[in-house]
């Protein structure tokens, strides 16, 4: 494969990533799920909430970020996730309880891309995708909820082929 040019724009998002062993419970948790024939699931390696997506980003664009989180304080809370659905897209997902402390992290972040000058490029609504082209799904009957301990962000290039890099952890 090519390598890019050096100063391409990088498709970018801010999120949470969860530590090895949230991972392991999300993908053990998602294992016991009826997915019909055809679902993607969502490699382990790539869970993920995401707090801000922000698409194509320059390499100039990507430093002024970078400054603008460098010194993110990132508040010790943990995230319960409650609540798998099908959303009609053919998404599966999880959905953590409404917990004020992440929607503060994320105007936090918000407000640290405008000094950026950027701005999230999706509408919000904080899930972990758990699988692709799976409608009709059925969870399992009991799916006890899930306690993810959040001490840190990550900024995260999404490249299509390869999957993710984690570029920056802030705490």
Do not use: C
């Not at 948790?29 to 869970?47: I, N």
């Not at 917990?99 to 701005?119: D, K, N």
Request: glycine share 4%; aromatic share 8%.
């Amino acid at each position: 494969m090519a390598t890019p040019p050096r100063n391409a724009p990088r498709r970018l998002f801010i999120g949470l990533w969860p530590p090895a062993d949230v991972r392991a419970a999300i993908a053990d948790a998602r294992g016991r799920f009826l997915w019909p024939r055809g679902t993607r699931l969502t490699p382990a390696a790539k869970l993920h909430l995401t707090l801000h997506f922000l698409g194509d980003v320059s390499s100039e664009d990507e430093r002024k970020l970078r400054d603008a989180l460098a010194d993110l304080d990132v508040p010790a809370f943990d995230l319960t996730l409650r609540e798998p659905q099908n959303w009609r897209s053919g998404l599966v997902v999880w959905l953590p309880d409404e917990e004020p402390a992440l929607l503060a992290l994320r105007e936090q972040v918000a407000m640290r891309m405008a000094r950026a000058g950027l701005v999230a490029q999706r509408p919000w609504t904080p899930h972990v995708t758990l699988a692709r082209d799976a409608a009709g799904a059925t969870p399992p009957q009991m799916l006890p909820p899930l306690a993810w301990p959040v001490r840190d962000v990550a900024l995260v290039w999404s490249r299509p082929r390869e999957g993710y890099e984690v570029l920056q952890i802030y705490s």
